[in-house]
């Protein structure tokens, strides 16, 4: 199944080079997203801190990422021993430091996964 998997990655050219690429968010979200899974899964010393960077770099890569980033926040905080609230702290800084900067912008405030500007001029 795994290889299987692995041969379907290089079926569309396309893919393979968008996926490869740093050019595009897409990119970056597939360096981060296993990255950021290898730091939940982990045991070294400043997790919180390394995950909480890489959360809110997935936050303000893409809108859509906004679930996985405050849901993976939410996990970490529940299946630590240790409570911690440093990455769910991150992703609610983040959001209030963009939704506040769409507000001076555009007069806005964007929260959630629709923070970005397409979504505010419609309204």
Known sequence: FLIILLILIFYNPHNLITSLSTNFEEGWSNYLIPTTFILLCSNIKNKSILLSISLSFLFFLKASLFYLSFGLA??????????????????????????????VNTGKFAFGPKNTSQYLHKI
């Open 74 to 103: 939410l996990i970490y905080f529940f299946i630590e021993k240790k409570k911690n609230y440093l990455p769910i702290l991150t992703i609610i800084i983040c959001s209030l430091s963009w939704g506040m900067k769409s507000y």
